[in-house]
Antibody
Framework: EVQLVESGGGLVQPGRSLRLSCAASGFTFDDYAMHWVRQAPGKGLEWVSGISWNSGSIGYADSVKGRFTISRDNAKNSLYLQMNSLRAEDTALYYC??????????WGQGTLVTVSS | DIQMTQSPSSLSASVGDRVTITCQASQDISNYLNWYQQKPGKAPKLLIYDASNLETGVPSRFSGSGSGTDFTFTISSLQPEDIATYYCQQYDNLSYTFGQGTKLEIK
């Protein structure tokens, strides 16, 4: 059974940093691209970042470019999101998602990031 | 960046109705268009990928069509368990965009 479990969320002050993790199991992690998607309270889905199976291709939404860094450790079956210079508008539930044949076929349950003083 | 315009933003329909949601891309995206269902408090679920392919295990009352810039998502006969918010999503290399979502309610 595919499982994606996010962790690392919490309350953080504006301008500070946070690192999210996603532990994957139930599939061959290093065969698949992985992504982060966020959802602000009461709002829609926003793609944040994605990384290819071998970290050779990486993409970011304009809203986080230069502040967030995605990475993965295939030996540990883990995906990460380093978030720096956090802003109030980064407050959201952050999901990690596995890329399947065309779409994101498995999602975690999310980890909540709240940016507030 | 490619923008996605999804409509309507909300929709009320009766059980058994045929429901249609549309998504328009700001430029040609071929068939790189997915549809998701999200129920309150839950993670999104992939229903349709590459515009018209039904994800494994998804009921056949869900379907998708379109290519280029105009896409359609259809529920052929609305069921009570289909109450959710639906999102389209385009992908272009390693850049993705979701539509604004359509909240579907039972009349």
């Amino acid at each position: 059974e595919v499982q994606l479990v996010e962790s690392g969320g919490g309350l953080v002050q504006p301008g500070r940093s946070l690192r999210l993790s996603c532990a994957a199991s139930g599939f061959t992690f290093d065969d698949y691209a992985m992504h982060w998607v966020r959802q602000a309270p009461g709002k829609g889905l926003e793609w944040v970042s994605g990384i290819s199976w071998n970290s050779g291709s990486i993409g970011y939404a304009d809203s986080v470019k230069g502040r967030f860094t995605i990475s993965r450790d295939n030996a540990k079956n883990s995906l990460y999101l380093q978030m720096n210079s956090l802003r109030a508008e980064d407050t959201a539930l952050y999901y990690c998602a596995k890329l399947g044949a065309g779409g994101f076929d498995y999602w975690g349950q999310g980890t909540l990031v709240t940016v507030s003083s | 960046d490619i923008q996605m315009t999804q409509s309507p933003s909300s929709l009320s329909a009766s059980v058994g109705d045929r429901v249609t949601i549309t998504c328009q891309a700001s430029q040609d995206i071929s068939n790189y268009l997915n549809w998701y269902q999200q129920k309150p408090g839950k993670a999104p679920k992939l229903l349709i990928y590459d515009a018209s392919n039904l994800e494994t295990g998804v009921p056949s009352r869900f379907s998708g069509s379109g290519s280029g810039t105009d896409f359609t998502f259809t529920i052929s006969s609305l069921q009570p368990e289909d109450i959710a918010t639906y999102y389209c999503q385009q992908y272009d290399n390693l850049s993705y965009t979701f539509g604004q979502g359509t909240k579907l309610e039972i009349k």
